[in-house]
């Protein structure tokens, strides 16, 4: 957390919801969120399926809404595919690009998903830029060779880092249960900070967001949230329960 930059909780719900589920989630959860928008960003993604119904019954005026993935394709014969062109038209803002499940169960590479990128930042995206390590990658001390070759590729493909979330998932703590150290996470985007400093500028590494996610909860939010270069929180299974409104809050002091 740094006064610098306001902090950022994305909700990601992946291939998850009912109707009736989502309901309940709605009413009894995201509507009734608070928070100071002035401290937090909160940012729910729904399934491609849900994103019409999820826009219809969001009543809370500070909560928005993003796709969980866009193709680097525009309007056309690309069946089962959904643009940032079509997504922007519908009125959101928002698009989670690089996700590894994305990256490990659909085969997007570091070159795809930067270009991937580039086609949502043209059509008025905002991204949720996903990186992260393998438990293997970590073992072997290769976090950060990992982490800024992922960077490396959409680097030159950014106009404005204004418009860029990054968002640090270590694979190895995605829905496993297992979560990084708040000294583990902290180290991270401390040396990620210090790579965009070197690689982009001082003043993009100085207003950069990153989030954490993987296995965060509202048990170890407000540890993890109080290092200087955690920026708030990409959540999983949590954002689908009530104690999403305690993440919120915890980036909302």
């Known amino acids: 957390m740094n006064a610098l930059r306001r902090n950022f909780v994305g909700g990601n719900w992946k291939s998850n919801g009912t109707l009736a589920s989502i309901k309940e989630l709605l009413d009894g959860t995201i509507n009734k969120l608070a928070f100071d928008p002035a401290k937090v960003d ?23 809404i993003s796709a969980q993935n866009a193709s680097l394709t525009g309007y056309g014969a690309f069946t089962g595919e959904i643009s940032s062109l079509a997504i922007k038209d519908y009125g959101l803002n928002y698009v989670i690009l690089g996700h590894s499940e994305r990256r490990s169960l659909y085969g997007e590479s570091d070159e795809v998903v930067a270009d991937k990128t580039k086609v949502a930042l043209d059509n008025g995206l ?23 070759r992922q960077m490396a590729a959409v680097k030159d493909k950014v106009a404005n880092w204004d418009d860029m979330v990054i968002a640090y998932e270590p694979v190895w703590a995605i829905g496993t249960g297992k979560v990084a150290t708040p000294d583990q996470a902290q180290e991270v985007h401390h040396n990620l900070r210090n790579w965009a400093s070197a690689n982009i500028s001082a003043d993009v590494a100085t207003k950069l967001r990153i989030i954490y996610g993987g296995s965060v909860n509202d048990g170890n939010c407000e540890e993890l949230i109080k290092n200087e270069d955690v920026d708030g929180f990409l959540v999983g299974g949590a954002a689908l329960k009530p104690a999403f409104h305690k993440i919120v809050e915890s980036c909302s002091q």
């Open 126 to 148: 905002k991204v949720i830029f996903c990186i992260g390590e393998l438990l293997e990658e970590r073992e072997a001390g290769k976090t950060m060779e990992v982490v800024t």
């Open 42 to 64: 909160v940012v729910i993604a729904p399934t491609a399926l849900h994103l019409g119904y999820v826009k219809d019954n969001l009543t809370h005026k500070d909560v928005h």
